[in-house]
């Protein structure tokens, strides 16, 4: 493609434009566009960078709060921690690429989700992963696990931020497209946060980082259609990653912020060079005039075209204070990165681009982003299946052979193989991290006694079935799993994997899980301050189930106060606080056990939530209990599993309410914890919850070395440890 | 006393690494950028922190042992001056030829993090004498190319002299003779894969690595 390629009706197609999007650009222009400024709309008005399914129903969100300092459309999201620092966030997916070069795919993704922070102002100190994987036994499976997860450390390792978290899923639903959603947490000087928006006119912009190459061109394209028979063949269009000069980067960056050096900054993440530039004009109401002659190329000949929709990984864009030039070259030689100036900020409202002394590209930059489309598809929210009563699901007639079943099943099995090859610890401020199967992780605020507590959840059955009850169950389990190690729940990311919106049952599936969490933000004053949607997850036609992953941040004001699930103790009391009835719609059990995936999921109660996820955290400020944790998938029964695991020591459950003992022990209720409470608080424990109007049982008491239940199984804890561990590392021997 | 920690392109270790000198001494180390030529004269003890230098592109180790400040630990360790490196710092140590050996890639092919259970095998050497009785410590591990290696003779050699300080109790990388930590023939440097400065907080799950950086700045 080059400056004479004639524009074509197929060439517009091929682009991924409709013919009234097309339309829209001939008037804005008054004339056609060469092929450089074709590209640059089609990139800009792109699914994946236009949001163009989505904009007006991620508008309904909250997304503002007490402690929001910035909330969607900058590159993250950031609030207050209190004492002048800042947590800087955003979740993101790198799906397709994922799927199509798994190393380096899930490897960029991590750059990119880092680079999304650190421009911010922030240093990244933990990242968390929410994947989701095709079923074990479908020929891809292997080796899509064994890519990411590598790409994932290899990068995160690297570069010297821990991951700490995370959550891994396998059903058929993926088996055509995996989901990779990668998320970041840095820490700012809340009065020292960096935007995009490029000010002042006849200021330089600078390109630091790697040099531009021909890689991921057309990547955000490629994210914005389905899969076919073919999709192997976009393996050029995934990007390499170099983890080694993102952390020269994340240096050179943070060096020059403490300056007062940079107007404005923003990464290059899809559309690359178009978009940052575009942004960073749009959102300071200036115009850009670039040179690309003296971008860093790394091979002859590239074309305008080519170096516009390049995605080459690790590359920053910074508008910098006049004067302030050498500064910056300094900083940036020392880092030995690639700097180079390679134009200025207008007054003409347009991105110009020169390139072998010719103009190449002048276009007008309000309608790339004010024209954007912005649709309003027909959806279909699908409604809820229906109710199944305990009583119509059969009852197991071995009970330690389900409950092994279970605990060795993909989902709930030991992900020990994942994140032995993430280094946890690097940074030296992890408390708490997926080494003890808890449900948050733990980072301290680096040299203060407080810390951040972070968690990602979906459970994409409960959206399938249901998927405004769905919607509200992940937001609200990110909020109980904060709350369990003792955080106060602050704020979300999300990342909305979906299938093809121009289907009216996917886009209703997007639109009910949107109102569903919403509502839950709203119960809990718990705002969305970023995020990222991923739509056209489908391959052949076969959508993914719908999976809005959610990250969750709280803070723990002091370390003096907080649990983990790793602290139960030997003739400690079992209760749990919240109410049982003993849901099995769409459980863990009933998939597992009896192979039905049907059945509405459980109801969130968002008052009963709100009641008992306070009471739960003013416990543990009381210092009343041991260990927390969450009863998600598989009810009691797991939960009681993971927690003596956790603390190596076996328990008893005993029965507490009149209903179905599968229901009771696997039912998935929601607005459940399950603590344990040294024999003197248990009686203050059960009295101040009544008085609150809380539920609290008592369900069973630690000790021995056997999981056992009343009624139920009895097995040694070693022995379903060793089934709990196997699943992984049998999968990938 | 002062103290120094060296920093390459990537290591991701220093930070952590000035936090342990600084908790132990009292006094903020002096972070030394790899392109500088000299370590400062009144430096006792320099600690070549883990990470990635260079992106571990090249052989782990091979690029930061030819930068210039190496070259002027090389003929001050070579005159007694106390040095440890861990992870990538060990990696540096061997490449340098300061300490003998070579890591290469984990028996699994895998990185591996997590925390490993050490024996202390020379509890007199430099590096150790502050954990007295103490027989076994936790160290976190966290690495890809862990595996320690070297010809018989070498360890042969090493173990004679006393120069293996730390094996592995479950050896996660197939390191030769469960080999952690080493020492050189003086004494005064010392590499291991593990991470003592990832275990001095009770938040890090233990404190076990204070003793390695008390015993090496009391012997000083």
Not at chain 2, 16 to 21: K, V
Not at chain 2, 134 to 158: R, S
């Amino acid at each position: 493609m080059n400056i004479k390629t004639k524009i074509t009706a197929e060439i517009v197609k091929e682009h991924g434009l409709s013919e009234e999007e097309y339309e829209i650009i001939l008037d804005r222009l008054g004339r056609e566009p060469n092929i450089n400024e074709l590209g640059i709309f089609s990139v800009m008005w792109s699914e994946h960078c236009s949001y163009k399914s989505s904009r007006r129903h991620l508008g309904k969100f909250l997304t503002k709060g007490d402690r929001v300092i910035q909330g969607p459309g900058e590159n993250a999201g950031v609030i207050d921690i209190d004492d002048g620092d800042a947590i800087i966030f955003k979740m993101e997916s790198h799906n397709h690429p994922s799927f199509i070069e798994p190393y380096q795919g899930a490897a960029t993704g991590i750059g990119g989700i880092m680079r999304d922070v650190f421009t911010m102002g922030a240093r990244p100190i933990a990242l968390m992963n929410a994947l989701r994987f095709g079923e074990p036994s479908h020929w891809k499976t292997k080796q899509l696990v064994n890519g990411v997860v590598a790409g994932i450390g290899g990068y995160g390792n690297c570069v010297g931020v821990p991951t700490v978290g995370g959550e891994t899923n396998f059903h058929k639903g993926y088996n055509g497209n995996i989901l990779v959603n990668a998320m970041c947490v840095g820490l700012a000087d809340a009065d020292n946060v960096f935007y995009s928006a490029a000010k002042g006119v006849g200021n330089p912009i600078f390109y630091v980082g790697s040099k531009t190459g021909r890689d991921g061109i057309h990547g955000a394209t490629m994210a914005s259609a389905e899969f076919d028979d073919d999709s192997e063949e976009k393996r050029p269009t995934v990007q390499v990653g170099d983890p080694f000069t993102e952390k020269l980067l994340i240096e050179a960056c943070l060096e020059l912020m403490a300056t007062d050096a940079i107007i404005a900054i923003q990464d290059m993440g899809a559309a690359g060079l178009t978009s940052s530039s575009i942004e960073m004009a749009d959102k300071g109401g200036v115009g850009i005039s670039l040179n690309l002659d003296k971008v860093p190329q790394r091979e002859d000949g590239m074309t305008a075209y080519e170096m516009m929709l390049s995605e080459s990984q690790e590359r920053m864009l910074m508008v910098i204070q006049p004067g302030k030039e050498k500064l910056a070259y300094d900083i940036f030689e020392k880092w030995e990165l690639d700097v180079a100036l390679i134009g200025k900020t207008t007054d003409t409202g347009r991105l110009v681009l020169r390139h072998n002394r010719k103009k190449v590209c002048d276009i007008p930059i309000a309608p790339l982003a004010d024209d954007a489309p912005n649709l309003d598809r027909p959806y279909e929210i699908p409604a809820s299946l229906p109710i199944i009563d305990a009583s119509e699901v059969h009852e197991t007639q071995d009970y330690d052979d389900a409950l092994v079943r279970i605990m060795g099943s993909p989902d709930i099995a030991s992900k020990r193989w994942i994140w032995e090859q993430y280094d946890r610890h690097v940074m030296a401020d992890t408390v708490d991290s997926s080494q003890s199967g808890g449900d948050a992780a733990i980072v301290r605020i680096h040299g203060k006694n407080k810390a951040v507590a972070i968690t990602t959840d979906c459970t994409p059955r409960y959206v399938q079935a249901d998927p405004y009850m769905g919607g509200k169950q992940c937001v609200a389990e990110t909020w109980r799993n904060l709350t369990c190690v003792g955080a106060d729940p602050i704020a979300i990311t999300d990342c909305l994997n979906f299938g093809n919106p121009e289907r009216p049952e996917i886009m209703g599936q997007f639109v009910g899980a949107i109102e569903g969490m919403n509502e839950a933000c709203r119960a809990f004053d718990y705002p969305v301050v970023s995020g990222n949607v991923s739509l056209y997850n489908e391959t052949n036609g076969a959508a993914i189930p719908p999976t809005p992953a959610v990250g969750g941040v709280g803070l723990i004001p002091d370390l003096d106060y907080f649990v983990t699930l790793t602290g139960a103790k030997d003739g400690d009391t079992l209760i749990m606080i919240g109410d049982t009835q003993g849901w099995l719609g769409s459980s863990i059990y009933l998939r597992e056990i009896l192979r039905r995936e049907e059945g509405a999921p459980p109801p969130v109660d968002l008052e009963a939530e709100k009641r008992n996820g306070d009471y739960v955290r003013k416990l543990i400020r009381n210092k009343r209990v041991n260990a927390v944790h969450d009863c998600s998938d598989g009810g009691l029964a797991v939960a009681a599993c993971e927690m003596a695991f956790a603390g190596n020591i076996g328990l008893h459950l005993s029965r507490a309410i009149e209903c179905p003992t599968h229901a009771w022990l696997f039912g998935e209720d929601q607005a459940r914890y399950l603590v344990a409470v040294e024999e003197n608080s248990v009686n203050p424990v059960i009295s101040t919850a009544k008085a609150k109007g809380v539920s609290a049982q008592i369900v069973g008491k630690i000790g021995g070395d056997r999981i056992k239940a009343d009624d139920g199984f009895d097995v040694s804890l070693a022995g379903l440890r060793k089934k709990h561990e196997a699943f992984l590392p049998e999968l990938m021997s | 006393m002062k103290t120094a920690v060296i920093t390459f392109p990537a290591s991701n270790c220093n930070r952590d690494a000035a936090i342990a000198l600084e908790k132990v001494t009292g006094v903020k180390p002096e972070m030394v950028w790899h392109r500088e030529s000299e370590i400062p004269a009144d430096v006792s003890f320099v600690v070549l922190p883990g990470g990635f230098s260079y992106g571990d592109y090249l052989r782990c180790g091979a690029m930061a042992s030819r930068s210039p400040i190496v070259k002027d630990l090389v003929e001050k360790a070579n005159k007694g001056l106390a040095v440890a490196g861990f992870c990538n710092g060990f990696q540096v140590l061997t490449e340098a030829g300061l300490l003998p050996g070579a890591l290469i890639r984990n028996k699994g092919l895998k990185f591996v993090c997590r925390p490993e259970k050490l024996k202390i095998t020379n509890s007199n050497s430099r590096y150790t004498t502050n954990y007295g009785m103490t027989t076994d410590v936790i160290f976190p591990v966290a690495h890809h190319d862990g595996n320690y290696y070297a010809d018989d003779e070498t360890l042969n050699k090493l173990e004679k002299q006393g120069q293996v300080v730390f094996r592995y109790a479950e050896n996660p990388n197939g390191s030769a003779r469960d080999i952690a930590g080493i020492c050189n023939e003086a004494g005064n440097v010392f590499g291991m894969m593990p991470h003592p400065e990832r275990a001095i907080d009770p938040l890090h799950g233990g404190t076990d690595g204070l003793g390695l950086f008390k015993s090496i700045i009391e012997s000083i």
